[in-house]
């Protein structure tokens, strides 16, 4: 193997083990018999609504209004994906259904 190859291959193998470790520490710290703390568990219900929040804010933050197609396609696939949610209750769909609306729209009709 080349030098970059290896370092490559150790960079893939130092971010796999990072990776499992953080996925079998919560295992490790809390364990079969041990309750979790309330402030866990409520992270766990409201971090995802904050992420998705912050993904929405990100995703928007450079959209002009003022200059051509005027925030158009944004709107549409943020009104897209509002829309399949209520409709259907299923977040994988809705966000690939806006997503694909949005790319659509951006790549077709107002590229």
């Given at each position: 193997?080349?030098?970059?190859?290896?370092?490559?291959?150790?960079?893939?193998?130092?971010?796999?083990?990072?990776?499992?470790?953080?996925?079998?520490?919560?295992?490790?710290?809390?364990?079969?018999?041990?309750?979790t703390?309330?402030?866990?568990?409520?992270?766990?219900?409201?971090?995802?609504?904050?992420?998705?929040?912050?993904?929405?804010?990100?995703?928007l933050?450079?959209?002009?209004?003022?200059?051509?197609?005027?925030?158009?396609?944004?709107?549409?696939?943020?009104?897209?994906?509002?829309?399949?949610?209520?409709?259907?209750?299923?977040?994988?769909?809705?966000?690939?259904?806006?997503?694909?609306?949005?790319m659509?729209?951006?790549?077709?009709?107002?590229?």
């Open positions: 193997m080349q030098r970059t190859e290896l370092h490559a291959a150790a960079l893939i193998a130092v971010m796999a083990l990072v990776t499992a470790v953080l996925r079998f520490l919560p295992f490790l710290i809390f364990g079969e018999n041990r309750e703390p309330a402030l866990i568990t409520h992270l766990g219900k409201v971090l995802p609504y904050a992420i998705m929040g912050m993904l929405v804010v990100y995703c933050k450079n959209v002009s209004l003022l200059q051509s197609p005027h925030a158009l396609p944004e709107l549409l696939g943020c009104a897209t994906v509002v829309l399949l949610h209520l409709w259907k209750r299923n977040t994988l769909l809705s966000i690939s259904g806006g997503t694909a609306l949005y659509l729209l951006v790549q077709v009709i107002f590229p």
